[in-house]
């Protein structure tokens, strides 16, 4: 008991002297100058044009860090466009998948530009759910630009891709041969194994592939126009008939991808005054490029020559159309060329740049700012949920079109190891060999789980929310 007192009075001690000490801390303030000097000390203020960032870059306030992006922590804002690289390289290594920009609008709407081949992956690293792609636009057929298709689209049906068929935008060839329509059919015959093993999955309108293919002459037509949102595409000087550049306009704010090509006028016309412009970039370094990167100089020269965008060119394009934001991708992101790239663009375009390199880049814009961060693309991800519209308050579950019994021979699974010799005694799951019911199941929302209605009907909630908030905007 006395010692208990004693330990009592201490703390007792301990704490009035704690006060005094807080007492004596208070200090009179400083002078009404010395706290506007330290607020404003090195900060612009319209005072002076700070270093190459221009007005109307910088952070939104909203980010949760204004260095690095890491997905699934950030919505879409009512009024913002956010695009992210989901691959940035003609050559294809670890590090840089090949070309595909993501692109999600305040609204709701989500819209995939080229879509390279390993792209794929870093989407489901940035928490994209592959049932939420559905309109991919495609600038050419190489296959740096669509490899990995296939995959989305099979993957995406069997991972919920069921209400909604994929559809693919894509020019016209100068023969019905090497247009987008023939490239997909290309595309579904090859799948045609795949397509029919994944029959025993629920498939719904997953496999029914939409195209919508585009004259590539018709310089500035539309491909896309629905809620607000406007595609247009022109022709590139791309070594080969088809490949087009696009330009998305929604909410007063304007994208431009111009995919591969040779700088043209047609790019000027059609990209003027946008506001995120993005092209490709080659730096001028085809001599090392034998040494460095394994291309002898005569190919790299003769591949940009008749294929590609120049640094310098790209820097002349960007000082005729302005954009508040320029960006190239489509480059090997290397310490060796990456200055190199900057001096070349910096000799005709003084403004806002960024490498739209290496894979994560991702960028925020509004009416009034723009910025540009690294996104965290962790390496073993795990897949977000898919993401349903719950608008009839039910999940659909569509019946598969085939048993296994129908697409396999009976042989083959009796040959199948019985699984009482390999599950350890008294364990034995209750397989589930036969889909459980007949016909689409239908589970109202009310009687769906918590957690499963949360993380399926985020992408839904925000849509609504989102398109919510841009109604009852003034103006609107
Ligand atoms: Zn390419
Ligand atoms: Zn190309």
Known sequence: MPLLRSLLLSLLALAIAGLVMAQADVKKPSSEQDVEAVLTGGVPMGRWKEGLLFDGVRPMPWLKSAANWFPGTEDVQPNEMRVTFMGTAPMIRPGQMNTSIYVELGNGDKFVFDMGEGAV????????ALNEIKHVFITHLHVDHFGSLPYLWMFGTWAGGWHEPLTIYG???RTAEYGTKKMVEGMRMMLGWHRDAFSVFPVGKGH?????????????GVVYDKDGV???HWQRSHAKDGASGYRLDWNDMCFVWTGDGRPSKLDIKYAKGCDLYVTELQPEVVEINSGVQGVPPFLARYTIDTHHTPGYAAGYLASQIKPRMFMTTHMNFDPFLNEETVAEVRHHWKGPYHFGAPDGIVVNMTR???????GILPD???????QFDFSRGQLVVPHPPHRREDIQEPFVREQQLDPAAYYPKGYMPHLLEDWPVEGDIVIPMDVLPDNLKDSMGASWRLRNKNRKAL????GN
Do not use: C, H, M, T
């Open 171 to 173: 020019p016209s060839g």
């Open 368 to 374: 009034d700012l723009v910025w540009v961060r690294e």
């Open 208 to 220: 029914d592939i939409q195209v919508k293919e585009f004259d590539f002459r018709d310089n500035g």
């Open 121 to 128: 992956a870093n989407y489901v690293a940035a928490r994209v």
């Open 230 to 232: 406007r595609v247009i």
């Open 380 to 386: 073993y991800p795990n897949s977000r949920a898919p």
């Open 471 to 474: 109604e009852e905007q003034p």
